[in-house]
């Protein structure tokens, strides 16, 4: 096993090809930049596409099969993120 790393937007659909049966483990800011980290089978030749969605606080959006991944500030809380993982093609 393995951690990769891997850029987000920090505002609406990222799409991640990832290897199949990554664990997400954290999203964060690093340096500025909304980062996810995922544990992942370093061996794995199977990929999967995987979808985040960033929201900002106050802004209005209908979750609807999007699973809570995590909350991130940036500029000192001044700008606050959520993530989610949402359903590709959905």
């Given at each position: 096993m393995v951690v990769h790393k891997y850029k987000l937007k920090d505002h609406g659909w990222t799409q991640l090809m990832m290897p199949w049966n990554a664990k997400v483990l954290k999203v964060g800011n690093q340096c500025g930049s909304l980062m996810l980290w995922a544990l992942v089978h370093e061996d794995s030749d199977t990929h999967e596409m995987r979808v985040f969605?960033?929201?900002?606080?106050?802004?209005?959006?209908?979750?609807?099969?999007?699973?809570?991944?995590?909350?991130?500030l940036f500029n000192n809380g001044g700008f606050v993120v959520h993530v989610f993982e949402g359903v590709y093609g959905g």
């Amino acid at each position: 096993m393995v951690v990769h790393k891997y850029k987000l937007k920090d505002h609406g659909w990222t799409q991640l090809m990832m290897p199949w049966n990554a664990k997400v483990l954290k999203v964060g800011n690093q340096c500025g930049s909304l980062m996810l980290w995922a544990l992942v089978h370093e061996d794995s030749d199977t990929h999967e596409m995987r979808v985040f969605r960033s929201v900002m606080t106050g802004e209005s959006f209908h979750p609807s099969k999007e699973k809570y991944i995590d909350t991130v500030l940036f500029n000192n809380g001044g700008f606050v993120v959520h993530v989610f993982e949402g359903v590709y093609g959905g």
